[in-house]
């Protein structure tokens, strides 16, 4: 997950919506294949609360498929894996790694979403909070000793169904009110997630314009994608 690539994402939304089971018209399954094939996550964990969202499984492998990676889904025991799977096809099931256990167990953490560059949780967990902190913990934790790179996107789905909710530690997570809702964390190379910018606003030379635009190279395609760059008292909003 070094770098964005827009080819990427419209390629996997592209393929997800084409096997959207029920509808013709886009949802939350498109957006999040999208938004982790635009991130080029090689491995990608999903926390279920009871039996996978086949949506959005498709949506994962379609995801996976653009950027050469692989899927996992933790579930918490065998009745929900036998449901899951009745509702995939047989080629669907093998493009996915099946693991059952406790989402929030250290080792599952340690072994698949600690080492997970795109990570769903279902909000409808009990513990969902805690399982997406350990999360960034040790993502953080492997940029800290070198362990990993520490880039990661943290996506909690169904954030309806529990109200929107924020880490207590002053962390923030963006809220999207996309289907039954998404939180979205990005855990940064450096360890940090939507980090605010700073500025001394004793020192003129310190002040931050308040419009920017910035031009990024998709270095798998080659093209050229332009964006503004707002910075309202200090911090920095990114539009296409």
Not at 48 to 54: E, K, Q, T
Not at 95 to 114: A, K, P
Request: hydrophobic share 40%; net charge neutral.
């Amino acid at each position: 997950m070094a770098f964005w690539s827009a080819e990427n994402a419209t390629k996997a939304y592209l393929s997800t919506l084409k096997t959207d089971r029920r509808t013709k018209e886009p949802n939350v399954a498109e957006f999040i294949s999208a938004l982790a094939a635009g991130n080029n996550a090689r491995k990608i964990a999903v926390a279920c609360a009871g039996a996978a969202n086949s949506d959005i499984l498709v949506a994962l492998i379609a995801a996976a498929n653009q950027t050469r990676g692989q899927v996992v889904c933790v579930l918490r025991g065998i009745e929900e894996l036998i449901i899951s799977k009745k509702m995939l096809e047989p080629s669907e099931i093998h493009q996915i790694h099946f693991v059952v256990g406790e989402s929030s167990d250290n080792t599952l953490i340690n072994d698949h979403f600690g080492e997970a560059d795109f990570v769903l949780v279902d909000c409808n967990l009990e513990n969902h909070q805690d399982i997406v902190r350990k999360i960034v913990n040790h993502h953080e934790e492997n940029a800290r000793t070198g362990g990993g790179s520490g880039v990661a996107v943290v996506v909690g789905y169904n954030a309806f169904s529990r109200g929107s909710w924020r880490f207590c530690d002053g962390r923030k997570t963006q809220f999207l009110p996309i289907g039954g809702g998404l939180l979205v964390t990005r855990v940064n190379d450096n360890g940090n997630y939507n980090q605010k910018m700073t500025m001394n606003k004793n020192n003129p030379h310190d002040r931050v314009r308040k419009s920017l635009w910035v031009v990024k190279v998709d270095k798998c395609t080659g093209e050229e994608h332009v964006f503004r760059v707002r910075v309202p008292r200090g911090e920095a909003i990114i539009e296409t």
